[in-house]
């Protein structure tokens, strides 16, 4: 699998929609809130590469997006428009 850091990571809405929902399920289980820093810090230790396996067009993109290459051809497509 390829690697994307975790900032790259906390930029979809769906992972973190995903890291919501698991924080929901781990503050009830704790009995308050675990906060969304420790939720979304357990979540890609724990959860991120089983979540990226199932969804691998989103993890194509998003390691696409992390690629340094990325930004340049963005900026220089958006200057064609």
């Known amino acids: 699998m390829p690697s994307i850091n975790s900032a790259e990571l906390l930029k979809d809405k769906d992972i973190v929609n995903e890291i919501n929902r698991y924080k929901w399920c781990e503050s009830e289980k704790a009995g308050c809130d675990i906060g969304f820093e420790r939720a979304s810090r357990e979540w890609i230790n724990t959860c ?6 199932q969804h691998t067009k989103k993890l194509a993109v ?3 997006k992390s690629q340094p290459i990325y930004s340049i ?3 220089e497509i958006k200057t064609l428009r």
């Open 48 to 53: 991120s590469k089983q979540y990226l396996n």
């Open 62 to 64: 998003l390691w696409l």
């Open 73 to 75: 051809l963005n900026k």
